[in-house]
C-alpha cells in the first residue's frame, strides 16, 4: 500500500493501518495551530463582494 485512497479503494484497511503502526505519533499541538493559520488566513484572502446594484466589471 502507498497511500490512504488507495486503501480504502482496495478494502484494505488493516494492511495499511498495520504498516504504519510503527510510525513515529503525530504532534498534536502543531498539527493545531498549522490549522488555526490556516483557518485565520483564509478569510483574509476571501475576495469582498460588491455591495447590490453596483456595475459588473
Known amino acids: ?5 488507495e ?3 482496495k478494502g484494505k484497511m488493516e ?3 498495520k504498516e504504519r503502526e510503527e ?3 503525530g504532534d498534536k499541538e502543531r498539527l493545531e495551530k498549522t490549522i488555526d493559520s490556516f483557518s485565520r ?3 483574509k484572502s476571501t475576495p469582498k463582494t460588491s455591495p ?3 456595475p459588473e466589471n
Open 1 to 5: 500500500m502507498t497511500n490512504l485512497k
Open 7 to 9: 486503501a480504502r479503494e
Open 15 to 17: 494492511e495499511f493501518i
Open 23 to 25: 510510525d513515529a505519533p
Open 41 to 43: 488566513g483564509k478569510s
Open 52 to 54: 447590490p446594484g453596483s
